[in-house]
C-alpha cells in the first residue's frame, strides 16, 4: 500500500520519481504501440462475434467508474429495444477469470471468489446474461450460444484486449483526468492519451474546460448518485441517505479504484463520517472493521458483494450499502447505436 500510494501521488505531476522513471515508460509506450500495430496488421489474431461489440474501458489505471456506466448502457440499450449481454474477465475471479482459460457464466448463485465482483454486480442490477473469461472473444461465443437473443454484447474493461474485435470504444475518465499524461510507470496511463476512442467519458460531479481538455475528443459528462442506504444485513430496509446523519458516528469504506469518488459523494449529502480507504478488490477476509468505532459504516455496492459472502460481516448490523446509479445525456446511447449501425443486430 505505501509503494501505491507513493506512486498514485507521483502520478499526478512531473515530479523527482515521475521523471527518473520516465525513460522506461517511453519503452512501455513503444512496446505498446507495436503490440497494436501488430494486431492491427493481422500478425497477431483477433477474433469478430456475429454481433455489435461495445467495449467499456479506460487508459488510466484502476477504477474510474466503468461498472455503473456499463449497467447504465445495459438498461439504456434494453430500453430502445435491443437485448444485451456482458463478458468481463472477472477479475480475482477463479471459475472464469485469470485463473481459468474456460468461459463462465454468472448466475445468482456465483460468488465474487469463482468470477470476480464485478460481474456478479453487473448481473444483479442490469439482470442480464454475464459471462466471464481471461479470452472475452471466448466468453462472447459462450455467452451467445446460452443466449442466442442476444443482439448486442458489452465488455465491461478489454480496451486492450485487441484479440476480440470491437465495433464501439467508450473510454472512460474520472476526475484525475490523465494524471500527468505519462504511461506506466512514469505516469497513469496504460496508453498515450492520445489513443483514439469513438467515445470519451468523464466521471465527475463537476466538468471544467482544463478537464475536458485533457482528456481529449468532446467528452459526455457522468455522475454516480446515490439516494439511499441499505442494511447489508437486509437490503429491503433503506432510508435516505442524509437520514444516516442521525444513525450516531459514520464511517465509510470503499475498497473500489478511486475511493476518494466515493467519500466526496457521501460529504456531498452532508455526511460527517471516518473514512476507510482500502485496496480495489478488497477481499475482507482481514475484518477491517473490527477496529472501527462507528455505529453506522458506509460501503460501495461493490465491497457488499463480498461481505455478504462472510457470515461475521453479513449480520453485522452496522454495515450498510450506498448503491450508485449513473446518470448520463441519453445522447450518448443514440451516438453509440449509430456508430454500430454498420453491424447487423442479430
Known amino acids: 500500500m505505501t509503494l501505491e500510494s507513493t506512486l498514485t501521488r507521483a502520478w499526478l505531476r512531473r515530479g523527482p520519481l515521475a ?10 509506450r513503444a512496446l505498446t504501440g507495436l503490440r497494436g500495430l501488430l494486431y492491427r496488421a493481422g500478425v497477431l489474431a483477433s477474433s469478430r462475434l456475429p454481433v455489435p461489440v461495445i467495449v467499456v474501458g479506460n487508459i488510466f489505471i484502476g477504477g474510474t467508474g466503468k461498472t455503473p456506466l456499463t449497467i447504465w448502457l445495459v438498461e439504456q440499450l434494453r430500453a430502445k429495444g435491443l437485448r444485451p449481454g456482458v463478458i468481463s474477465r472477472g477479475f480475482g475471479g477463479k ?37 466471464v473469461c481471461r479470452d472475452r472473444a471466448a466468453a462472447g461465443r459462450a455467452l451467445l450460444a446460452a443466449h442466442p437473443e442476444v443482439d448486442v454484447i458489452i465488455t ?5 484486449h485487441y484479440a476480440l474485435q470491437r465495433d464501439v470504444e467508450v473510454m472512460l475518465f474520472d476526475g484525475r483526468g490523465v494524471g500527468n499524461g505519462w504511461t506506466l510507470p512514469a505516469g497513469p496511463l496504460r496508453e498515450p492519451a492520445s489513443r483514439r476512442r469513438d467515445v470519451t467519458v468523464v466521471n465527475a ?31 429491503r430496509e433503506r432510508v435516505p441517505l442524509s437520514g444516516m446523519a442521525a444513525r ?20 456531498d449529502a452532508g455526511l460527517a463520517f471516518e473514512e476507510l480507504p482500502l485496496p ?37 448490523p452496522r454495515l450498510w450499502v450506498v448503491p450508485v446509479s449513473a446518470q448520463l445525456d441519453v445522447a450518448l446511447v443514440e451516438h453509440i447505436v449509430e456508430k454500430c449501425r454498420g453491424r447487423t443486430f442479430a
Not at 465491461?156 to 486492450?160: A, M, N, T
Not at 466538468?207 to 439516494?227: D, H, K, N
Open 19 to 28: 521523471c527518473a522513471l520516465y525513460p522506461v515508460s517511453l519503452l512501455v
Open 156 to 160: 465491461d474493461d478489454g480496451l486492450q
Open 248 to 267: 450516531g458516528r459514520l464511517a465509510a469504506a470503499a475498497g473500489i479504484g478511486n475511493p476518494r469518488r466515493f467519500f466526496g459523494m457521501l460529504a
Open 280 to 316: 480495489d478488490h478488497h477481499d475482507f477476509l482481514d475484518r477491517p472493521f473490527a477496529r472501527i468505532d462507528a455505529d453506522a459504516i458506509l460501503m460501495t455496492e461493490k465491497d457488499a458483494v463480498k461481505c455478504a459472502q462472510i457470515e461475521e460481516l453479513r449480520n453485522d
Open 205 to 235: 460531479p463537476t466538468l471544467t474546460p482544463r478537464l475536458a481538455a485533457s482528456v481529449g475528443g468532446t467528452p459526455f459528462q457522468m455522475l454516480l448518485a446515490g439516494a439511499c442506504a441499505e442494511r447489508l444485513a437486509d437490503r
Open 95 to 131: 471459475g472464469g477469470g485469470p485463473d481459468s482459460a474456460g468461459p463462465r457464466p454468472v448466475t445468482a448463485l456465483s460468488t465474487p471468489a469463482q468470477v470476480g465482483d464485478e460481474p456478479v454486480l453487473i448481473a444483479t442490477r442490469a439482470a442480464c446474461p454475464v459471462f
